[in-house]
């Protein structure tokens, strides 16, 4: 097995595949039907790989040369304790937004609710960021709100798939940058209003295929500096927040200082604050909503 994994691994090398020995030992326990801790013990033990197995590994390790995206190939993408089926026409989550859970987890703690939190999540593609709160939250109710019908279709199959708990959870088709607009009824109802929106500059193709090729164009460009999208998104959440409630947004490493200057134009969002990544590059703003302003 060892050599085999070793060829595979040489070969998405070869292909400038990043990371090529975990997806090798990943791709190798998805064809082989078994999970990663099953994989290292048949390694340990020097099982050979059947034949059939080697053969549809073989065809993974090709589509990931191509640059098909790994979680494609797997079917999932890991996303806090979550297992979030993904494919074509949903983004794949990303690590570093676990990061605005975590914020937002810690927020609700410190907002001491009496009544069940409301969290709007703005753009929800797979569900990542609603379905993390709603399964680590001990009773929340969370809207997700996603214009892309695929996207949709992916995060209510990962709805099915989760338990929730005390938790409720509707995710519903909409554009979020008009649906305070359609839902008056929500104005100043939520606690939390949390968006990872389109955020990449127009102009700005990523250098990843994976991204480039694989990740929804709807989910990617936000506009010419990227941030048209995000600032509509704002004075939507704006609308849905109830005075002293939290606005938290994604954004690319160049857009702390923008993201604010955006949130300091809005009437009743203040108190911006960016925060970094894993790496250490600006990531997500923060803001609260101030009270007793007209919009
Ligand atoms: C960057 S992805 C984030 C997905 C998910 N929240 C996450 O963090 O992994 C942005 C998502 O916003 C959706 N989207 C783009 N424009 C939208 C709009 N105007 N209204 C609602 N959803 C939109 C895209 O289809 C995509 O699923």
């Given at each position: 097995?060892?050599?085999?994994?070793?060829?595979?691994a040489?070969?998405?090398a070869?292909?400038?595949?990043?990371?090529?020995?975990?997806?090798?030992?990943?791709?190798?326990?998805?064809?082989?039907?078994?999970?990663?801790?099953d994989?290292?013990?048949?390694?340990?033990?020097?099982?050979t790989?059947?034949?059939?197995?080697?053969?549809?590994?073989?065809?993974?390790?090709?589509?990931?040369?191509?640059?098909?995206?790994?979680?494609?190939?797997?079917?999932s993408?890991?996303?806090?304790?979550?297992?979030?089926?993904?494919?074509?026409?949903?983004?794949?989550?990303?690590?570093?937004?676990?990061?605005?859970?975590?914020?937002?987890?810690?927020?609700?703690?410190?907002?001491?609710?009496?009544?069940?939190?409301?969290?709007?999540?703005?753009?929800?593609?797979?569900?990542?960021?609603?379905?993390?709160?709603?399964?680590?939250?001990?009773?929340?109710?969370?809207?997700?709100?996603?214009?892309?019908?695929?996207?949709?279709?992916?995060?209510?199959?990962?709805?099915?798939?989760?338990?929730?708990?005390?938790?409720?959870?509707?995710?519903?088709?909409?554009?979020?940058?008009?649906f305070?607009?359609?839902?008056?009824?929500?104005?100043?109802?939520?606690?939390?209003?949390?968006?990872?929106?389109?955020y990449?500059?127009?102009?700005?193709?990523p250098?990843?295929?994976?991204?480039?090729?694989?990740?929804?164009?709807?989910?990617?460009?936000?506009?010419?500096?990227?941030?048209?999208?995000?600032?509509?998104?704002?004075?939507?959440?704006?609308?849905?927040?109830?005075?002293?409630?939290?606005?938290?947004?994604?954004?690319?490493?160049?857009?702390?200082?923008?993201?604010?200057?955006?949130?300091?134009?809005?009437?009743?969002?203040?108190?911006?604050?960016?925060?970094?990544?894993?790496?250490?590059?600006?990531?997500?703003?923060?803001?609260?909503?101030?009270?007793?302003?007209?919009?």
């Amino acid at each position: 097995m060892s050599t085999v994994l070793r060829g595979a691994a040489r070969l998405l090398a070869d292909s400038h595949v990043p990371n090529p020995d975990p997806d090798s030992t990943a791709l190798l326990a998805h064809a082989w039907g078994i999970d990663a801790s099953d994989l290292a013990r048949r390694r340990l033990f020097g099982d050979t790989v059947p034949t059939q197995v080697t053969e549809n590994f073989a065809q993974l390790i090709e589509r990931r040369r191509q640059r098909v995206p790994l979680q494609h190939l797997v079917g999932s993408a890991a996303f806090r304790h979550l297992e979030l089926q993904v494919g074509p026409g949903v983004f794949v989550p990303r690590p570093e937004t676990e990061l605005l859970v975590t914020e937002i987890l810690e927020e609700l703690e410190r907002q001491q609710n009496t009544q069940v939190p409301f969290v709007i999540d703005l753009c929800s593609g797979s569900g990542a960021i609603t379905l993390s709160l709603a399964t680590e939250h001990p009773q929340l109710a969370v809207i997700g709100v996603e214009r892309e019908t695929e996207a949709l279709n992916w995060s209510l199959k990962n709805l099915a798939s989760v338990h929730l708990g005390d938790s409720t959870v509707d995710l519903v088709s909409g554009d979020a940058t008009s649906f305070a607009d359609e839902r008056p009824e929500l104005w100043g109802r939520a606690d939390v209003v949390v968006t990872n929106p389109p955020y990449v500059p127009d102009e700005a193709v990523p250098r990843d295929p994976e991204v480039r090729e694989h990740d929804p164009a709807a989910a990617l460009y936000g506009g010419s500096t990227g941030l048209e999208i995000p600032a509509l998104i704002m004075l939507q959440a704006e609308k849905l927040l109830r005075p002293g409630g939290f606005f938290i947004m994604e954004h690319s490493e160049e857009q702390g200082r923008a993201a604010c200057e955006l949130i300091m134009s809005t009437a009743s969002l203040r108190q911006a604050v960016t925060f970094p990544d894993y790496t250490g590059r600006d990531r997500y703003t923060v803001a609260h909503r101030v009270s007793e302003v007209d919009l």
